[in-house]
């Protein structure tokens, strides 16, 4: 059997934790925001930020878990809160890693997902063996 691509993949577990929240209003502006009322965090502990002025507790929103719509939707937001021009805060939003999301009403939840990534022992494996744990694909689907 002859592959003109092969790709090589390892799959493990990743724990994602994403934050709900239990008022109905917030829930709301997320559902309008981000079409979800369940949002990516970087980590179950939340730490404290400075967000309108104020220190507050707030969980890290995972920007990388969102797609370009949700981040102009996010982007178009805060600068109508925040009274600043959308390119700047446009730029960063898509230069930053994460969000600050205040923490108040917020219960976290863990999730395990799997994940396909290439793996580095298997590339170095000759064809023969990696064609074993290799398989052809037109396309790789991709859960995000």
């Not at 079409?35 to 990516?40: E, I, K, N, V």
């Not at 929103?61 to 939707?73: G, I, N």
């Not at 494996?125 to 744990?133: M, N, P, Y």
């Amino acid at each position: 059997m002859s592959y003109s691509h092969i790709d090589i993949f390892l799959c493990y577990n990743a724990r994602m934790f994403y934050i709900t929240t239990s008022d109905p209003q917030r829930a709301a502006r997320w559902e309008r925001l981000f079409g979800t009322d369940r949002l990516p965090v970087l980590s179950a502990a939340s730490r404290w930020d400075v967000v309108d002025g104020r220190e507050r507790p707030c969980y890290d929103l995972d920007l990388s878990q969102l797609h370009p719509a949700q981040r102009q939707r996010l982007a178009c937001y805060v600068a109508r809160r925040t009274g600043r021009p959308y390119a700047e805060v446009r730029v960063e939003i898509d230069t930053a890693v994460s969000w600050p999301v205040r923490a108040a009403g917020c219960v976290v939840v863990e999730v395990d997902e799997a994940t396909a990534v290439p793996s580095p022992l298997l590339l170095l494996l000759d064809g023969s063996i990696g064609a074993l744990f290799a398989r052809k694909h037109s396309s790789l689907p991709i859960a995000v």
